[in-house]
């Protein structure tokens, strides 16, 4: 089975500072790796994916994430974080076989001081 | 249309009730899901359907009684429900075996059960 964590429980940053989240999956085979964000009262939204090719994937708002498989890892980073990347953040795998079943790590809640 | 829309917003029950919620998507996906979210939790997966059939049931209690009718629309229906399923109850949507393959959420519902 997958399965999916993520260290930080929370992070706490100024503005202007840079982040990284960590994220690290269980599963021996192929997988498909997501970041969801999910601003408060919002609904979940994607930041970014990795299904092949470049370890190195760039999403929307600045933030890209690295896929090291030899870690099982996939990092979330954005160089410069604004007050407005204050969210929940979590980590997806699911297995590259065509099973629909997405797993979430247990999130990162980011709050960002002005 | 890239949305996945969900009613109602906000519903508060009683144990004794018989209430149903609604999801629908109008961007082709043949796959739907229902997810279950406590508050700073991650989303857990409860139901999938591919093609209008139920594909994952993740041992979801009875009481829960999902409800495909067609490719857009997907219901849950509530029946007899306990205070700790009080939570905020997320449907998603996606391709069904595309290789850029990713789960759009909607806002989901916060349902209260008194």
Redesign the interface.
Known sequence: AQSVSQHNHHVILSEAASLELGCNYSYGGTV?L?W?VQYPG?????LL?Y?SGDPLVKGIKGFEAEFIKSKFSFNLRKPSVQWSDTA?Y?CAV?ANF?N????????T?LTIIP | DTEVTQTPKHLVMGMTNKKSLKCEQHMGHRAMYWYKQKAKKPPELMFVYSYEKLSINESVPSRFSPECPNSSLLNLHLHALQPEDSALYLCASSQVLAKSWEQFFGPGTRLTVL
Do not use: A, I
């Not at chain 1, 919002?42 to 994607?46: N, S, Y």
């Open positions: 498909n997501f969801y919002q609904h979940l939204q994607l994916k299904f929940e979590f699911n065509g629909e079943k997405l797993t979430f790590g247990t999130g809640r």
